[in-house]
């Protein structure tokens, strides 16, 4: 067995050794926390944007295939993930424009905005003019009755 006075001082470490490698392991373990936070707080902004450009994109493909949002010239819409207000414009094409020959051509925009930015998509959009229903024109047939266009008969040539 060995006794107190027979333990040599080389056989543990000295307190400086130890405070040394704490500071060290300290340092170390500080800028790997420092780098994961950073890379996390990216995710998150990456996330958020991307995010937005989705709802952003979802409301104009919606805008543009509902027959209601045709009337309207704009249109507001609040989103939580991200907080995001999302706002639909359907405008007139400008008088200065080389573009303003096309009649019922019209700019659709859809701007996401939040406290971290904003994000938008803008289109040309073409209205088509609602048609009006003409009568249809009849004749008589050879009994008398009536005939749609539809129900003529065709005359051989």
Do not use: C, W
């Not at 500071?23 to 707080?41: A, E, K, P």
């Not at 958020?48 to 994109?57: D, E, N």
């Not at 949002?69 to 991200?82: A, L, Q, R, S, W």
Request: glycine residues 4%.
């Amino acid at each position: 067995m060995e006794t107190l006075k027979n333990h040599s001082a080389k056989s543990g470490f000295m307190l400086m050794e130890v405070l040394f490698a704490v500071v060290i392991f300290g340092t170390v373990f500080t800028l790997l926390l420092r780098n994961q936070m950073n890379l996390t707080i990216n995710v998150y902004r990456t996330s958020a944007i991307r995010s937005r450009l989705f709802q952003v994109k979802d409301l104009l493909v919606r805008a543009s295939s509902d027959v209601n949002m045709y009337d309207k010239k704009k249109y507001t819409k609040e989103v939580n993930f991200p907080d995001t207000v999302l706002t639909y414009s359907l405008d007139k094409i400008q008088k200065s424009s080389s573009l303003k020959s096309f009649k019922n051509l019209f700019i659709q925009k859809v701007v996401g905005k939040s406290s971290e930015g904003s994000e938008s998509l803008v289109t040309l959009f073409y209205k088509m003019e609602k048609k009006k229903k003409e009568p249809e024109k009849t004749s008589l047939n050879q009994s008398g009755k009536k005939l749609s266009e539809r129900q003529k008969p065709e005359v051989a040539q």
